[in-house]
């Protein structure tokens, strides 16, 4: 394994709790967040054969600014065989943000990935509402699957009405995605052991899943904060990584600290 940072970026440490066959990687940005004009540039590659699991031990913050965009572009490509796990904890999306965040991948045959992507408007715990700002956003693999955003704190047609966020501040996507089509059968498999992981989520956690195309499963939820939220999306990502890999479910060593 090699990486290289410039700037406070950086891997913190690479742990193998699982054996040495997946490394789980733990990337840290001691600044704690982005303010206007800041950049975090992160590109991962897994080579062939190869399996590693990616997060974070806190969330990523956005930090109010007066013009200046912040953002955050992470860039994942895998190579033939290869398996990622990308499960950084959440994006915090502070009022007064100006922000952009960016995840593109590209998967070789025979390839597949597991990730997520967690956001929280505003600071709901904290009573600080998202009442400025705006959170942009775009989850791509080209040619296949795309997704983007432009949430303005202003569009409260958008952040309010039962046909948007319906007053839900925290929203995520989790995917198991793969480099080639997969059959039928394994496609049901995959959507009835979310669907049974799913079912013991909290009574606020709203949450749908489906393939969108043969090499894709997408599950998307919102709730009225983000640790609910998150505890269900850990659930369907422990169900996916066995149903999926016949691997047990071994969460970060970070996540329990």
């Known amino acids: 394994m090699k990486h290289s940072h410039t700037g406070p970026l950086r891997i913190l440490k690479s742990l193998y709790p699982e054996g040495e066959a997946i490394c789980h990687n733990v990337i840290v940005h001691p600044p704690g967040g982005l303010v206007g ?5 992160i590109r991962v590659r897994v080579d062939e054969g190869a399996h590693a699991l990616v997060s974070t ?18 860039s994942i490509d895998l190579a033939a065989n290869a398996r990622l796990e990308w499960l950084p904890l959440e994006t915090l999306a502070y009022p007064g943000c100006q922000a952009l965040n960016e ?3 590209t998967l070789a045959p025979g390839a597949e990935l597991l990730a997520w992507d967690v956001t929280a408007l ?12 705006r959170f942009q956003q775009r989850l791509e693999m080209p040619g296949l699957w795309m997704e983007q955003a432009r949430l303005d704190a202003t569009d409260h047609r958008l952040l309010n009405s039962p046909l948007g966020l319906d007053g839900q501040r925290c929203l995520g996507s989790l995917l198991l995605a793969t480099g ?11 959507l009835d052991a979310t669907r049974l992981a799913l079912r013991s989520a909290p009574d606020d956690v709203r949450w749908g899943v489906t393939c969108v ?9 919102v709730a009225p904060l983000v640790e609910p939220l998150m505890a269900s999306l ?9 149903t999926a890999w016949g691997l047990v479910p071994t969460a970060p060593r970070i996540w329990r600290v």
Request: no cysteine.
């Open 122 to 133: 505003g600071l709901p715990s904290a009573h600080q509402a998202f009442s400025h700002g």
């Open 103 to 105: 995840l593109r991948f």
């Open 213 to 221: 195309n043969p090499q894709m499963l997408v599950v998307r939820a």
């Open 180 to 190: 080639h089509a997969m059959g039928r059968e394994r496609r049901e498999g995959l």
């Open 234 to 242: 850990q659930a369907a990502w422990a169900a996916l990584r066995h």
């Open 57 to 74: 031990p806190g969330a990523t913050r956005f930090y109010a600014s007066d013009a200046l965009q912040a953002s955050q572009r992470v």
């Open 37 to 41: 004009g800041d950049e975090l540039d």
